[in-house]
Each structure stands twice: as C-alpha cells, then as structure tokens.
C-alpha cells in the first residue's frame, strides 16, 4: 500500500467536507460537513502513523475524537438554541452581526 | 499486498460516494445515513491501517454516539422529513471551484512529497498499551485538558439547550 493512496482518500473527503460547508445552508448540514473534515485528519494522522511506527498518530486521532464529539454536543445545542429563538435553522437568515 | 490494495480501493470508493451524498442528498435523513456510511467506512481504513482501537472508538463514538446525536438534532429543530429544496445556499455553486482548487493544491503538493513512497509492510506494529502508554505518560497535560473541555461541553449543552 502506498502512503499516498491513504493521504488523497483523506485529501478528498477534506474538500467534499469544505465543499460542504460552503454550499450548505441548514445547520446541522454544516456540522455533518465539518465531520467529515474531521475524519478526513484522522486519516491522516493514522496514516502517517503506520508510516513512522510510532503510537503519536493514534493518540492524536483519539483527542480529535473527543473533541469532535465535545464539539457536535454544543453545536447541535447552539442549533436548538437558535431554533428555538427564531424559528429556523438556515444560517441565512442569521445576519445581525453584519456591520 | 494486492488484497489490500483491492480492499483499499472498494471502501475508498464506498467512501466518497458516502461523501457527495452527505453534501448533495435533499432530504436530512438520508444525510444523515450517508454519514453512517462513511464513517464506518474510515473505520474499516484504520483495520487496514493496523489500528483496530481507533477502528473501535471510531464506531463506538461517531456510529453510536454522535449519529445518535444528529439524528436528535434533525427532529428537535423539526427539520422536514422527506426532500427539502431549501438545503443549499444561492451560492453553492461557489463551493465547487473552491473544492477543487483545493484539491489540487494538495494533490500537487501531496504527489511531490511522498510520491509512491511505500507503506512499511513488516514494521512495529502500535499496540492498544502502546496507545495508553502514551495517553497517560507524555499526552497526559493534554488529556485533562480534554477532560475538561468534555466536562465544558456536556455543562455548556445543558445550559444551552435547557428550556427555563
């Protein structure tokens, strides 16, 4: 196996990830974006640690999963939160804090 | 080593079709079950990868805990159920040049790097105690730092999302 073939299945779900994240306009949508984003890193991270023989890739990937999940726990409460205030979830509409 | 790359190749494509469905499906749900898959495809890459705790966490935490958490998300804000043409924004088009412009750079940069530089076949393999051994020796600052953070955000999501 190359070490490459893992580094552009990885490039790859990264920019479908910020492709994501660019065109969509429902919240939860972003977030499933930036999971992919996320995933995309690990990949790497396990990759490059196979490639060096070293347990620091894995030990990476693991805190990025922890805080991938601490971040999906808020953001869908700020999603709530903003449903809850103004009836919608499209980040369109979110426009107050335009100068 | 054909096997491999044969498994390789089948998960990777599973993979980023997963990928465009989760960008361009028009109903939540189905997004949200295109996710599933590709999640559960990156696990199977870390098996490959010779990283069966990480495959393990991967399924436990994203399969079983943060699916659970986006599918929660998409009933409490009510989204609609079934195909929904307000997804995207009136730019989206936009994200394409952007993607692969990306993409690009880091395939450029990527293939000049590493070329076909090959993935060791009879080097160390990481251990779980490996893993653990390095969690709470030299990763241990950055560990409680992560625990608080979790604590933070489990108490900033109640405070969040709690009707008062």
Known sequence: ?99 | MVAQNIGFAIIAAIMIVGALRVVTTSNVVHAALWLVVVLAGAAAQYILLAAEFLAITQVLVYIGAVMVLFLFGTMLTRSRIGRDSGLNNSYAKLGIPVAVVLFAAMALALSKSFGTEELPTNGSLVSTQQISDQIFGPYLLPFWALSFVLLAAVIGAIVLARKD
């Open chain 1, 1 to 99: 196996m190359l070490v490459n073939q893992f580094l552009f299945l990885a490039a790859l779900l990264f920019c479908i990830g910020v492709y994501g994240v660019i065109a969509r306009k429902n919240a939860v949508l972003v977030l499933m974006s930036i999971e992919l984003i996320l995933n995309a890193v690990n990949l790497n991270f396990v990759a490059f640690a196979l490639r060096s023989g070293n347990a620091d890739g894995h030990t990476f990937a693991l805190y990025i999963i922890a805080i991938a999940a601490a971040e999906v726990g808020v953001g869908l409460a700020l999603v709530l939160l903003i449903f809850r205030n103004r009836k919608t979830i499209s980040l369109d509409d979110l426009s107050e804090m335009k100068g």
